[in-house]
């Protein structure tokens, strides 16, 4: 199968939520037609306030994210080099791992007060082990024959990143950052609603779900949908085939 025909089967798929959503809104109370959306998205998307709430809450992801990826970098950079600092991260990681998100939400927003550090911190520690196990799985995988060339004839660090490691790790951050973006969008729309936000995709939604205004809730969960999909399909897996492309 040609990768365009892989593209077609994926629109046919997003395409068929379509009738399903019609049949959902003929047999339930609370779903909204797809049509009576659709002719509220123009209005929807040309307030301002829409892309206020959605600004920040991207920043607080983007942050977030930024800080968990570059915590997994130095975690699984340690684990792989030091056994001691193996074993003693470990025990962090995996405490992390096992952590909910609702959990790490709540008492991250009790700890900061609600402040914007508490969202962009629940964000990058709920990531950073996934960045963390799946660096270290690729620095372990590393040729260490390569590795110790290297030192042989001095390579400096980035010549190293470059030429060595980059290409064994670099499959593994793509499969990481594909779970630690999903879950950043997850846990954040958490953290928003548990810590009373003001502001912010999860803050709109939650009053449009307690004040019961149906449509706005399909509004953003349809804008939402769309910016999870738009960021993994045109930005990380964009990125990838880059990053691939001498395959």
């Known amino acids: 199968m040609t990768a365009l025909q892989k593209q077609v089967w994926a629109y046919l798929a997003l395409l068929l939520l379509i009738p399903a959503w019609f049949l959902a809104h003929q047999n339930t109370t609370f779903i909204e037609s797809p049509v009576t959306v659709a002719k509220a998205l123009p209005h929807f998307l040309s307030d301002p306030a829409t892309w206020t709430n959605i600004g920040i809450t991207l920043a607080r992801v983007v942050f977030g994210l930024l800080m968990g990826v570059a915590s997994g970098f130095v975690a699984a950079f340690a684990m792989t080099r030091s056994r001691l600092l193996g074993d003693v991260l470990s025990y962090y990681v995996t405490a992390a791992l096992r952590t909910p998100s609702a959990i790490a939400a709540i008492l991250a927003l009790a700890i900061f007060k609600g402040s914007e550090a508490g969202y962009v911190l629940v964000v990058a520690f709920i990531t950073f082990p996934y960045m963390a196990v799946g ?23 980035l010549t190293r990143i470059r030429h060595i490691w980059a290409p064994f790790v670099a499959p593994y951050i793509f499969a990481a950052l594909r779970n630690a973006h999903a879950l950043a969008w997850k846990v954040i729309v958490v953290a928003e609603i548990f810590g009373a936000a003001k502001t912010g995709f999860g803050a709109q939604f939650e009053h449009a779900w307690s004040y019961m205004i149906m449509i706005e809730v399909h509004l953003w969960l349809l804008v939402f949908m769309v910016i999870v999909l738009f960021a993994e399909y045109g930005l990380i897996r964009t990125a990838e085939k880059y990053v691939f492309r001498w395959r």
């Open 135 to 157: 660096l270290r799985d690729g620095l372990a995988s590393a040729d260490h024959d390569l590795d110790e060339m290297a030192q042989v004839y001095h390579l400096g660090l």
